[in-house]
């Protein structure tokens, strides 16, 4: 199975600063079909896991712009350009390219 | 809305079974691929099995963890699917949510139901 490897685990930030969490995966994710399947989803505290971000990059509809993912073949990050009170929670990354999915282990957000 | 919504979680001893339903709206049902995924107490996130659509001729996969004791099933005219748990073990216990799988992605995730295998 591809294991997918988030960091930092933890993540103090001040309101109105940038955070950033990194995703390795152990295998290169790109598909036969020459698309990137890694998935960002948010779980706030008491919720289910929602998408935010899927083929590397595209931010599903009605997630806020300051949210953006990048990068490629084995290295992927997330990034808020400006941390708000609502993105308390857990972060995790999902591969798709290889069956079976897996996610990462999740980072956990919280305000400083 | 699109919206999944999930049943039948409970308390069930070691050895045991459980049935699990889902409930989708909102959407064509039939047109998509179907999955679970399990949620650990410790919070880790595990996929757990997954039906295809028609197009797919209905063909199932397990994650190695629950292969052989698990069974994803789908009722295309009840837009539903379910997940049958049998022989349950401790290391089940988890919080079970229906997704519906888009292309390498799970795009919408039901408010998932616990399941607790406990004597």
């Known amino acids: 199975d591809v294991v997918m490897t988030q960091s930092p685990l933890s993540l103090p930030v001040t309101l109105g600063q940038p955070a950033s969490i990194s995703c390795r995966s152990s295998?290169?994710?790109?598909?036969?079909?020459?698309?990137?399947?890694l998935n960002w989803f948010q779980q706030r505290p008491g919720q289910s896991p929602r998408r935010l971000i899927y083929?590397?990059?595209n931010r599903d509809s009605g997630v806020p712009d300051r949210f953006s993912g990048s990068g490629s073949g084995t290295d992927f990050t997330l990034q808020i350009s400006r941390v708000e009170a609502e993105d308390v929670g857990v972060y995790y990354c999902?591969?798709?390219?290889?069956?079976?999915?897996?996610f990462g282990q999740g980072t956990k957000l919280e305000i400083k | 809305e699109v919206q999944l919504v999930e049943s039948g979680g409970g308390l069930v001893q070691p050895g045991g079974s459980l049935r699990l339903s889902c409930a989708a709206s909102?959407?064509?049902?039939?047109?998509?691929?179907m999955d679970w995924v399990r949620q650990f107490p410790g919070k880790g996130l595990e996929w757990v099995g997954r039906?295809?659509?028609?197009?797919?001729?209905?063909?199932?996969m397990y994650a190695a963890s629950v292969e052989g004791r698990f069974t994803v099933s789908r009722d295309d005219s009840e837009k539903s699917v379910y997940l049958q748990m049998n022989s349950l073990k401790t290391e089940d216990t988890a919080v079970y949510y229906c997704?519906?799988?888009?292309?390498?992605?799970?795009?919408?995730w039901g408010q998932g139901t616990m399941v607790t295998v406990s004597s």
């Open positions: 997704t519906r799988d888009n292309w390498g992605s799970l795009d919408v």
């Open positions: 909102g959407f064509t049902f039939s047109d998509y691929d």
């Open positions: 039906t295809r659509n028609r197009v797919g001729s209905y063909s199932t």
């Open positions: 295998q290169s994710l790109v598909y036969s079909n020459g698309n990137t399947y």
């Open positions: 083929v590397v990059s």
């Open positions: 999902m591969q798709g390219s290889h069956w079976p999915y897996t």
